[in-house]
T-cell receptor
Framework: ETGVTQTPRHLVMGMTNKKSLKCEQHLGHNAMYWYKQSAKKPLELMFVYSLEERVENNSVPSRFSPECPNSSHLFLHLHTLQPEDSALYLC???????????????FGPGTRLLVL | AQKITQTQPGMFVQEKEAVTLDCTYDTSDQSYGLFWYKQPSSGEMIFLIYQGSYDEQNATEGRYSLNFQKARKSANLVISASQLGDSAMYFCAMREGTSGTYKYIFGTGTRLKVLA
């Protein structure tokens, strides 16, 4: 596979469930990102990992827990979510977070999450 | 104050015509990057074009060009010879900050509909 892949593409979960979103990039990039996209709102950056170290956490509730075991994989662990967490969750990767055109982010297709 | 402003929630364009999607930004950084992404109904964010704040020439990528007016802090996307497949949401984004502290900010998007 090429590019950035995300699984599952769709997820329905109850508020007491625990689930995980998976992202994999096949581009040899060294930075990965999680975004949340809600209806009629700008894309919200949730987490940034650079060289497998978390470098950004934009005050995301602790019910979202990221994990980056290596530069190709990124997970978002979900537990005790709320209905307002329903959104499209997008993963992205970039080659070099140090600036220039190299930090262009390439996105996966997203996971559409519905919390009941 | 919004960092990225896209004032056109929706646009129509006739097939084969050119269309301009507006984007203004707000930053006090000297070094920053501007991006345009396309999001079809499938959800994936597709990178279109990048403009660095120090680039003197407007970026071009095939039918896409970025009209960069630094003094006005605008970075409009021009799509020439529109095609039906161009119908999608278009997002303007900005990267500001320094290495290790980058922030990526997205606008609310413009929905483009190409008419046959």
């Amino acid at each position: 596979e090429t590019g950035v892949t995300q699984t599952p593409r769709h997820l329905v979960m109850g508020m007491t469930n625990k689930k995980s979103l998976k992202c994999e990039q096949h581009l040899g990039h060294n930075a990965m990102y999680w975004y949340k996209q809600s209806a009629k709102k700008p894309l919200e950056l949730m987490f940034v990992y650079s060289l497998e170290e978390r470098v950004e956490n934009n005050s995301v509730p602790s019910r979202f827990s990221p994990e980056c075991p290596n530069s190709s994989h990124l997970f978002l662990h979900l537990h005790t979510l709320q209905p307002e967490d329903s959104a499209l969750y997008l993963c992205a990767s970039s080659q070099d977070p140090s600036g220039g055109a190299g930090e262009t982010q390439y996105f996966g297709p997203g996971t559409r999450l519905l919390v009941l | 104050a919004q960092k990225i402003t896209q004032t056109q929630p929706g646009m129509f364009v006739q097939e084969k015509e050119a269309v301009t999607l507006d984007c203004t930004y707000d930053t006090s950084d000297q070094s920053y990057g501007l991006f345009w992404y396309k999001q079809p109904s499938s959800g994936e964010m597709i990178f279109l074009i990048y403009q660095g704040s120090y680039d003197e020439q407007n970026a071009t990528e095939g039918r896409y060009s970025l009209n960069f007016q630094k003094a006005r802090k605008s970075a409009n996307l021009v799509i020439s010879a529109s095609q039906l497949g161009d119908s999608a949401m278009y997002f303007c984004a900005m990267r500001e900050g320094t290495s290790g502290t980058y922030k990526y900010i997205f606008g609310t998007g413009t929905r483009l509909k190409v008419l046959a």
